[in-house]
């Protein structure tokens, strides 16, 4: 009777111990698949990671390979010619007069010259409202080392004397042709045909 009795107890014990032996085993299966899911993630975090920096390298070698494709085109040595322009008309000192004759061939200033001996003439400078609108309407290369750039431009010319006074302002809205020729590594506008110019007086003036 006394071993009838303890064999159930024992029976109990064997089937607690195997409960929580499969206790413990679902537990450490749950945390080896969650730790194996936690690495995947983390692969995947990593692979995505790696690919966004990828793009945006070459993201960033596109933008920089573009922007000095423009830095050394036609347009842009336009663009850079007409600065100086602006700066010469605002300010015009020995350095950016020669500056001017670099960036422009003889044929070119010839069709600039006007306007800054007008104002030097006159004892007068750009200033105030002063500046310029460019849109490049198309671009042509007739051979390697020539181009044609067509512009439309707005220009305004607040006249000012010596004092900063406004004299005169004038708004100028043009079409132009540039015909460029290369000067070694850079382009330089060797003319300049006007298509079509009109002027009117700023608003206000």
């Given at each position: 009777m006394a071993?009838?009795?303890?064999?159930?107890i024992w029976i109990e014990l064997l089937a607690l111990g195997l409960l929580v032996a499969?206790?413990?085993?679902?537990?450490?299966r749950e945390a080896a698949l969650h730790a194996g899911e936690t690495r995947a993630n983390q692969a995947e975090a990593r692979a995505a990671t790696a690919e966004a920096v990828v793009t945006v390298q070459a993201g960033s070698q596109a933008a920089i390979s573009t922007a000095l494709a423009y830095v050394n085109s036609p347009e842009a040595a336009v663009d850079r010619g007409l600065r100086l322009v602006l700066a010469v008309e605002r300010e015009p000192t020995e350095q950016r007069i020669r500056a001017?004759?670099?960036?422009?061939?003889?044929?070119?200033?010839v069709v600039l010259r006007p306007e800054v001996e007008h104002l030097l003439s006159g004892g007068l400078h750009l200033g105030g409202d002063s500046g310029y609108e460019i849109t490049v309407a198309a671009t042509a290369r007739p051979t390697p080392d020539q181009a044609q750039v067509r512009t439309r431009e707005r220009w305004t010319y607040d006249e000012r004397n010596a004092a900063d006074e406004r004299m005169r302002c004038i708004v100028e809205s043009s079409d132009q042709m540039?015909?460029?020729?290369r000067a070694g590594p850079e382009w330089r506008v060797a003319d300049i045909d006007f298509i079509a110019s009109s002027r009117a007086v700023c608003a206000g003036s």
């Open positions: 071993a009838a009795g303890i064999l159930p499969l206790v413990l085993w679902a537990s450490q001017l004759g670099d960036a422009f061939a003889p044929a070119a200033l540039y015909t460029l020729e």
